[in-house]
């Protein structure tokens, strides 16, 4: 019984940072209609900036969340001003690639900027351990779990009662009459990434913290795109919630059966679901197959 509780709770923590990833892939696509293939490089970089900030203040938690956070918003404007905008009228095969080449750049720039080596974070207070009746686990997992219910909330609130999540939620309906009525999808764009790398880059520091830093850190982007699929592309909250499905899934499966068919227990899933369910569980029928 413990053995499945222990499976059970590094699963909720592994899908919880699959699941703030999922978020960060649907939140672009809802507001832009565009799949951004260097999510995870994303998160990975914003990692490598949070170990550099953590080496300076001493393991700060505060210090290192605020800078990172920070440096998260401006990477994702930047990348979105220079490298994205100029693509949004060309065919949506172009900007993938673009993002897939993007992809490809950051993998490079951490092999440059750091280094190939696994590292340790350097937060001794994230790496704590924590008893829960017998099942033990570290601070950064449970900060993660908690740091997606919260991005579920503030997503659910910001799109329902927020001027600009309607605005977010027009653009993602109809771009064309959204702009005749007002509203600047340039700013809806420029918001969708911010959020999504705060929220990409919050997995890939907390994942980081419990397990290794490593250029390996980008492979969270590809296990959490069949969260997306599993909830729904143009489903925010679907894909947080396809996330702690997959990463319960992947550990259940490989604590029971064996490491090898863990790491295919996703895709498996992302088969099925667009075999049954196309548009995923909680995604609308209208969506657009890439």
């Known amino acids: 019984m413990s053995y499945l509780l222990d499976l059970l709770a590094s699963g909720l923590a592994v899908g919880a940072v699959y699941g703030l990833i999922a978020m960060s892939f649907a939140i672009i696509y809802k507001s832009t209609g565009l799949l951004n293939f260097s999510q995870g490089e994303m ?3 914003i990692a490598y900036v949070a170990w550099s900030i953590s080496t300076s203040v001493d393991g700060n938690p505060f210090i290192v969340a605020i800078g990172s956070i920070s440096f998260a918003i401006v990477f994702a404007l930047a990348v979105e ?3 994205i905008r100029p693509m949004m009228d060309e065919p949506i095969l172009s900007q993938i690639m673009v993002t897939i080449g993007l992809s490809v750049i950051f993998r490079s720039l951490v092999i440059l900027i750091w280094d190939g080596l696994p590292h340790g974070m350097d937060i001794p207070s994230g790496d704590a351990l924590v008893d829960f009746g017998g099942v033990r686990v570290r601070v950064a997992q449970i900060a993660v ?6 991005a579920i909330a503030a997503m659910w609130t910001f799109f329902r009662y927020s001027r600009f999540g309607v605005a977010m939620r027009a653009v993602a309906s109809d771009d064309a009459t959204a702009q005749l009525m007002g509203v600047n999808s340039g700013k809806v764009q420029m918001a969708a990434w911010a959020a999504a790398a ?3 880059g919050t997995a890939g520091v907390l994942f980081a913290i419990g397990a290794e830093l490593s250029p390996s850190l ?3 982007g590809l296990k959490a795109f069949p969260a ?4 729904g592309l143009d489903s925010i909250i679907g894909s947080a919630f396809g996330g702690l499905i997959i990463g319960v899934t ?6 029971y059966f064996s490491s090898g068919l863990k790491e295919v227990a996703g895709f498996v899933i992302i088969i ?3 075999m049954i369910r196309p548009y995923g569980l909680f995604g609308e029928k209208r969506i657009e197959r890439l």
């Open 228 to 231: 997306t699929i599993l909830g």
């Open 43 to 45: 998160g990975m970089i």
């Open 250 to 255: 992947e550990n259940l499966v490989g604590g």
């Open 272 to 274: 099925l679901i667009l």
């Open 145 to 150: 779990i908690i740091a997606l219910f919260v």
């Open 198 to 200: 705060v929220m990409s």
């Open 218 to 220: 980008y492979a969270l």
């Open 81 to 83: 001003r220079i490298a």
